[in-house]
Every structure is written in structure tokens, then in C-alpha cells.
């Protein structure tokens, strides 16, 4: 397993890959830093392969390691840098699916101005920036994107916090601002604070990878896209137990996939310029795990229903009703993935009329039953 476990990303593939140990092998496994041949020579690790007598491979970087590659055995790549490795099992990240559902999140909050912050030489920076341009675009917006100086000495931490710091101060606010992932949206938090720009209540901001170290040792903690790692790491180790078994190595591809937001205070703010639907909109999620109606909203916001009506529709582009539905869909997500509760007891703990009811409401919002969900996105 030549896979970093410095990163959140690491740790969670090989957890599910020990997941699939468990239930099917046992498996003995060797673990080394995609930075073992800075300790060793690349002649030295290809012979201690060898005297292994390893059956099966999963690495990070392909390109550093094609000597590797090369010994024919299975093997299977996560990479980093390059995203066409021909002929090879590879896993993906969903990075379209990550801009997507950032763009998203900062779009619900009734932000008008965008941003973009990431790695320019990173495809999958690339992938994501592209992929949360097109969703602003979508709604009618612009995102400005962050661009790295061109010099290695102005790329230097301290160099890199200030060229951040001067971009961020030239962007129109309030602005929600996504960044590649939780590394860079901590280093966006800290040069705020040299621009002397507040978060969240003149820049929102959501990372990426769930990285709980990060993400809390960031002020504020940071929102953030999680991702599906732990079961892309099962599945890789399905595959490569086929592939030690006589499978040959094609072009198969798992894909790491977005699955929610974890919303934490660097994004909790609402840009909403109008104050009762602000309220509204905060009594909706202040009460998502309750059975509310349209005239429970409006009750506690003190206002005509058509005029409430009229006003949360032009602000955000839907209905009262459609955000009661929308944000109580996003909690069911969340318990479902967060949670080892069945699916009668989380449709309990949400207040719905038996699991029936539970489950035909959430396919017809998200096509699929409880069950499925729960196992096309958690890890098994």
C-alpha cells in the first residue's frame, strides 16, 4: 500500500480497503509513503517487493512509481496528478460532483458573488474550479478565479499567503468562495485575516475532503465537501482481490463521490438581504428534523403567507415548500450516512408517518429508497 496517510484522503481509503480485510481475507499488508524511495533507492524497493512476494498493489503517484508498475502485478492506481493512465484500474474523484454540490451549498446561502481558489498545475483543481464555474454560471453568475504566480519564489508559504491575501481583498462581497480542498480553504481563512476581510460575513468559504484535523483547526472551522472515500477504498479492494484472482487489468474505474456538505461556521451565514426570508429561511433548517408546514414558517415569521411567498420565491428562486423539502431530504442524507440507525428508526427520529411513507417520499425526491442510498454511499 504505497498510499500517504498524512491526508484525511489516505486514511479513509485504506480504512475501507482493512474493511474488506476483515469481512474477506484476512490480508497481510505492507504499508509505505508514496515517499518511501526518498528513504531508499527505487532498486531497493522493487527488490523488498519482491522478497515480499506481494500479490496485489494500490499506489498514489504512478509516474514515480512506474518502475513499479512495470513488475506486472495487480495493481491498482489512485493518481494525483495525471488522470489518464491507460490500461490500468484506476480510482477517480467525482470532481465534477464536488463543484457541483460547493457551488450549490453557497448559491442556497443567496450569494450573488463567487470565487474560486485552487491549484493551477492540479487537473483535478482544475476539474473542480471548472465544474463549480459552470453550476454559478448555470444560475446566472460569474466566479472570479484565484491565479498562482507564475514564480517558484513567490509560491513560498509566506509569499502565497500574501498573493492570496491581495486577491481576496479585489473580489466584490459578500462572496462565497470555494477552495480545492481543506488545506487551501485553511490557508484562504488565514490570509482573510491579513486582508482583514470577516468569515463568513464578508467571504463564505467551503473546502474540501472532510478533514476533521483541518477543517476544526481552521478559525473559523471550515465547511467542507465530503466525499465517499472510505467505500471507493472498499470497492478498490474488491477489485484488486478479482484482480489477484485472474481478473485482467483494464480500464476499470471506481469513482470517490461527493456526498453531502458538512457545514460548519466558515459558511453560516445567509446573504440574504431580505430580512423575513433570512428568518424563514433559518427557522426551515432550525427545525429540519421536524414535520413542518408552509404555515408554520409563516407563522413564526409574522407575515401575510402570499407576501412570504412571493418574496422567498424572488430571493431564491423556489418555494417555502420546496426548501421544507429540500432541507428535509438533506437531513435524511445525513443520518443515513452519519448513522448506523435502521431506516424505520431514522424515519422515526424525523417524525415520519411509518417507514413507508418515509421511504416512497424519499425516491420520488432522490430516485432511489433509503436502502439504496445507504449503500450506493456508505462504505459497506
Not at 320 to 345: A, F, G, P, W
Amino acid at each position: 500500500m504505497l498510499i500517504e496517510t498524512s491526508c484525511a484522503y489516505g486514511r479513509r481509503l485504506l480504512r475501507g480497503i482493512g474493511k474488506y480485510s476483515r469481512l474477506h481475507g484476512p490480508w497481510a499488508f505492507y504499508r509505505a509513503a508514496p515517499f518511501y524511495r526518498e528513504r531508499h533507492s527505487r532498486e531497493k524497493l522493487l527488490s523488498m517487493l519482491k522478497d515480499w512476494g506481494a500479490d496485489g498493489l494500490v499506489i498514489r503517484e504512478p509516474k514515480q512509481n512506474q518502475a513499479i508498475i512495470e513488475m506486472g502485478l495487480p495493481t491498482i492506481i489512485s493518481p494525483k496528478i495525471d488522470n489518464k493512465i491507460p490500461g490500468l484500474p484506476v480510482i477517480y474523484t467525482d470532481c465534477k460532483g464536488v463543484g457541483r454540490l460547493a457551488a450549490e451549498h453557497l448559491l442556497e446561502r443567496g450569494f450573488k458573488e463567487f470565487a474560486f481558489c485552487g491549484f493551477d498545475e492540479m487537473i483535478w483543481s482544475r476539474q473542480r474550479a471548472d465544474s463549480f464555474e459552470r453550476r454559478i454560471s448555470e444560475a446566472g453568475f460569474q466566479a472570479y478565479r484565484y491565479q498562482h504566480p507564475k514564480s517558484g519564489r513567490l509560491r513560498s508559504w509566506e509569499n502565497e499567503q500574501a498573493s492570496i491575501a491581495e486577491w481576496l481583498s479585489t473580489l466584490p462581497k459578500p462572496a462565497g468562495l470555494m477552495a480545492c480542498n481543506d488545506e487551501c480553504g485553511q490557508n484562504v481563512i488565514e490570509a482573510c485575516k491579513i486582508a482583514n476581510i470577516h468569515v463568513p460575513e464578508e467571504l463564505a468559504i467551503i473546502g474540501v475532503d472532510n478533514d476533521e484535523l483541518v477543517c476544526d483547526l481552521s478559525d473559523p472551522p471550515l465547511s467542507s465537501v465530503a466525499l465517499n472515500t472510505e467505500r471507493a477504498g472498499y470497492e478498490a479492494a474488491e477489485l484488486l482481490d478479482q484482480l489477484m484472482h485472474g481478473e485482467n487489468m483494464a480500464d476499470q474505474i471506481i469513482i470517490d463521490k461527493a456526498t453531502y456538505i458538512e457545514k460548519r461556521m466558515s459558511s453560516d451565514i445567509l446573504a440574504i438581504s431580505d430580512p423575513d426570508v433570512a428568518g424563514a429561511v433559518h427557522f426551515i433548517r432550525q427545525n429540519a428534523r421536524k414535520t413542518i408546514r408552509v404555515s408554520d414558517v409563516v407563522d413564526a415569521i409574522a407575515t401575510s403567507r402570499r407576501t412570504l411567498q412571493q418574496r422567498f420565491r424572488n430571493t431564491l428562486g423556489r418555494s417555502i415548500h420546496e426548501e421544507i423539502r429540500r432541507v428535509r431530504i438533506e437531513q435524511v442524507k445525513r443520518m443515513l450516512m452519519e448513522t448506523n440507525l435502521s431506516i424505520s428508526q431514522v424515519a422515526t427520529a424525523l417524525g415520519y408517518a411509518g417507514v413507508e411513507h418515509f421511504a416512497r417520499y424519499f425516491k420520488k425526491e432522490t430516485d432511489l429508497t433509503p436502502r439504496e442510498y445507504r449503500k450506493r454511499y456508505c462504505a459497506r
